[in-house]
């Protein structure tokens, strides 16, 4: 039986950057290459960057896109790589179209792709078959699905290839796929983070590997993209569905397999229509050193997973924005100091810079906590109290009331873009997931910023996170970030004297709870109470999270850990009647 | 030949306001049996309001829908108008779905819909086929695709059903409509404005009648449902395509006309597989004297199209949403001056208020022309001057350049939204899709607010559309409500002293078309230069463009009046590199 070396590069592609995508990939192909890999792989779209959305429908980029990975295929080959078969997705077009075909969209004319690379050309190009269009994904908008199986012959082996989504769903490809009995199943994938995820995809790949009775190799994407997390976290099983590798998550890698698969069963020739049989040449390399590298240590703490998940969402909105620095204000509450400590793991203590912006109302517990949090985490911190801010314009219009406490946070939020202005920094907005669904800030005033870390992240868990946080600096013996008022101290949004959040809103706990039930798990109103909670307390909680959907609509991006974030996942009318 | 009395209603529902949609459905079909009417027809999703977007995925909402359309037949039947059949829009679900069908997207729950309801009950549910998933539409994303052709026999005349897309797509189903030979096809739609678009519909069902050999009717929604503008323009064609009937644009409409249909091949017995044929039972009612209205005067104006759209889109936003009046900042330019006119013109002057909010920098000029325009209009305008206002910050902070000069707009921004929490305004921002395009605003300054109504009108059409509003003024001897100066002065941010547009960007014309060319039409770069634009100042305007779509993706809804509007029509990623 052939042992098929099988390289798979998990690569955190910026995108438009081909130039910088393409000297990582050279990179990538060169160390498999020294290390004896027959068959190089890359996740979807990698050459690119993924999801391009709308840029799938603009031949210019699609244009670009093919031009770039022809140029791949040739200097791989002038750096003498040209003999190891490379695998790598891109977005294939554009197609000609025909006139009106009622299947597809009128605007898509690419393939979401997966092209083989061998000896400066292409060889062949398999083009996804299944076109996600659900959650975050808008794949049947802007693709045309692929109909012919692809199987790569390498190395005396039968590699099929797939792309994401095509092994969710069942159907005829993967019946296909299983009917032409290759040695291996590739997947490539952008198949983002989400809580609990890999509970999914490990069974699922499994049982694509029971089904076609091979090894399925799942290559995942890694690193941040706008709202999406890509976690890495890709593996090979056998086709027993035994664990054989694994990368780890959040960083890029090399995983370096070797793979004891049956013989060919195509031997590169054609097998019949709806098969693409491309032939790459050359015999395995003949290894004689087994590689099974040890699957790396699965970290099943979901706090830590998600903790990095955000950590990877920000420093790559940071890094491939070249945003030098992260300003934020910084309340002495759990929210700010949560992502103050986030953007520290992000980029570092010397870019983050901390704002203290007390007004009458600030408790002297909130300034003292927000200058520990910025001590222990090593930012630099400065104050602008905003109370002769505020009353010249409270005075000149006369507010009082929600006017007046509506004014405050909207100076802290000019104080903020002002600072970005003069200064260069991305402003980050604090807000968490339970204020933005109840419509609990101030449009314009702490919504204020580029990005939301904590956007998709409920309140509740803002706590567990902390105190995650603090645990794993213990564990290492280092500061504690985030100081321990913060965390215990009753939630506020001071904006009155004595204000306390729970006067106008249930227990966090009892409200995220509702708050998964309607928006996550789409319950409606009665079954919601159902599951035990207060009547009008439901219907004011609802009516809150309704009525504050235009709120949401320009609120700052932020990545998302959850299966139902706000945004894409979630799109739903501003002018709604609840009746 | 039997006639067959058609009465088109076409509707402004109001999404989520079953009771309120209901009333008025009762009425119009009230008014339509009271002429006789053999058959009653509403939009797509007349019923709900339209689009419901993700709410097809939430079982509640489709459960309320479906309890609503079985309610309204009820009460149809009771109000002594039961025998009259009745054809509506409705989101049919959920249904029990397939475990894993490839087809389809796991969280679609529904078919998007029409019902026939005559004798309190529904006789039969057609299911769309074609589902819009490109431009603004996600219905792939929300509905599962019917399969059926349903031929409703009503006064001895086959009527087939569709629903917009169903008749923009070539394919099976109009081919099955067209075997089945219905003397009538009724495609119920909610289809949105856009600029020169009815020069297409017509052609289409002119089209669609040659091939079924059939009289076509086109009945449209009509109303403002967040960024979409349905413009009604409902009209009926014979199997020559000849015009025999049609609804004025903007406004609710009954349209009542007789059609001299071929005699039913069903005689409502059904016809073999993928066919339902709906009996109504019943017969013509005889009609003596023929109806053939007189079709509306069609505008052909496009700029009294847009005008009258945005005035739509504005209105309904407003009352839908309850809101008591508008304010917005009036700085004597013509973007605040047209979106004044249009406030004025959807809601009446009395419920519009201005604000003036001169700095040092504001040119004599730019204050005495506020005036006059709230003079012209006759709405309240207050000043409130920002000087006092924003020195505080500026050297609190030590601001200057750019930092001050954001500084002015986000004080101006605090005063709206200062003033809309104290007196219960919606705020509007005034930005036009020239300054959208190229980022050329100050978030958080002027961009506050929570519509747009000249979102999506370029600064060359915001000239003409202040030229045509003074000439209509002209042609009924009411006064010109936009002053000549505010249409003939060189536009200005005045941020900075003598600050002109003109002195960063191209002129506004040359603009306008390399932004039309870039966005409208996807063109790339080398293309865009190719049609004879400076390629420098190509590519510093795509520079912008790609970087400003952070801003755009935080700012405010507003009517959508173009092919490509900022929004639903164009996602594209904020964080890219364009290399």
Same mark, same amino acid.
């Given at each position: ?48 960057? +993924? ?5 799938? #429908? ?23 790589? =040209? ?17 009106? %075909? ?13 092209? !083989? ?16 269009? +659900? ?69 699922? $790949? ?5 089904? #076609? ?9 890694? &690193? ?16 027993? &569905? ?13 995983? !370096? $397999? ?15 229509? &709806? ?5 790459? =040449? ?49 309340? &002495? ?96 907005? #604090?807000? %968490? ?36 946080? %603090? ?33 106008? /809103?249930?227990? +966090? ?8 039930? +309607?928006?996550?798990?789409? /319950? ?56």
């Amino acid at each position: 039986m052939p042992i098929l070396r099988l390289a798979l590069a998990q690569t955190n592609p910026r995108l438009g950057d081909f130039s910088g995508n393409i000297d990582a990939i050279m990179g990538f192909v060169q160390k498999a290459a020294s290390q004896g890999a027959d068959l190089v792989a890359f996740g979807e779209m990698a050459l690119t960057g +993924y999801p391009i959305e709308d840029l799938a #429908t603009r031949p210019e980029f699609l244009h670009r896109a093919r031009h770039e990975l022809d140029d791949l295929a040739t200097r791989l080959l002038s750096a003498g790589l =040209g003999s190891t078969p490379v695998v790598i997705g891109f977005p294939n077009g554009p197609l000609a179209l025909p006139a009106t %075909n009622p299947a597809h969209s009128p605007t898509a004319i690419a393939h979401n792709a997966a092209a !083989v690379l061998q000896d400066g050309r292409v060889l062949g190009i398999y083009n996804k078959h299944h076109l996600p269009n +659900y959650s975050v994904f808008d794949e049947h908008r802007n693709f045309r699905p692929g109909d012919s199986v692809m199987i790569v012959h390498v190395a005396g082996c039968d590699v099929a290839i797939a792309i994401c989504e095509d092994i969710w769903r069942d159907g005829e490809l993967m019946t296909s796929i299983a009917d032409a009995h290759p040695g291996l199943l590739l997947v490539i994938n952008g198949s983002p983070f989400e809580r609990e995820k890999d509970e999914v995809r490990l069974p699922l $790949v499994r049982n694509r590997a029971a089904q #076609t009775k091979a090894h399925v190799a799942y290559l995942n994407l890694v &690193g941040g993209q706008d709202d999406l997390v890509f976690d890495g976290d890709s593996f090979v099983v056998n086709a027993s &569905g035994k664990l054989l590798a694994r990368s780890p998550q959040f960083v890029e890698d090399l995983l !370096v $397999v070797d793979l004891d698969l049956p013989d060919s069963r195509t031997n590169g020739a054609q097998i019949g229509d &709806g098969f693409t049989v491309v032939q790459t =040449g050359g015999t395995s390399r003949g290894h004689v050193a087994l590689r099974t590298p040890a699957p790396a240590e699965r970290n099943e703490d979901t706090r830590e997973q998600i903790w990095n998940a955000l950590v990877l969402g920000l420093r790559d909105y940071v890094q491939k924005n070249r945003f030098p620095s992260l300003i934020l204000g910084l309340s &002495g509450g759990i929210d700010s100091a949560v992502c103050a400590a986030l953007a520290v793991d992000a980029i570092g203590n010397d870019r983050v810079f901390g704002v203290s912006m007390p007004s009458n109302y600030s408790s002297d517990h909130s300034m003292s906590d927000a200058d520990d949090l910025a001590d222990r985490l090593g930012i630099a911190i400065r104050t602008e109290a905003i109370s002769s801010l505020v009353s010249p314009v409270e005075e000149q219009l006369g507010l009082n009331d929600v006017a007046a406490e509506n004014l405050q946070a909207r100076i802290r939020g000019i104080i903020l873009m002002s600072l970005s202005n003069a200064e260069g920094h991305l402003v980050l907005t #604090t807000g %968490n997931k339970t204020e933005i669904a109840v419509g609990y800030s101030t449009i314009y005033g702490d919504s204020v910023g580029g990005f939301a870390p904590i956007r998709d992240v409920p309140k509740t868990l803002v706590w567990e996170l902390a105190k995650w946080r %603090n645990e794993a600096a213990r564990r290492q013996n280092l500061v504690e970030p985030i100081p321990e008022a913060s965390i215990t101290k009753p939630p506020s949004a001071e904006l009155r004297p004595g204000q306390l959040d729970q006067d106008t /809103l249930p227990e +966090y706990d009892v409200l995220d709870a509702m708050l998964d039930a +309607y928006i996550t798990r789409r /319950l409606g109103r009665d079954e919601v109470v159902a599951l035990g909670f207060d009547a009008p307390t439901v219907d004011r909680v609802i009516s809150l999270v309704d009525r504050a959907e235009w709120k949401r609509r320009q609120g700052a991006i932020g990545p998302k850990i959850s299966e139902m974030a706000f945004g894409r996942d979630r799109r739903l009318p501003v002018t709604f009647v609840r009746s």
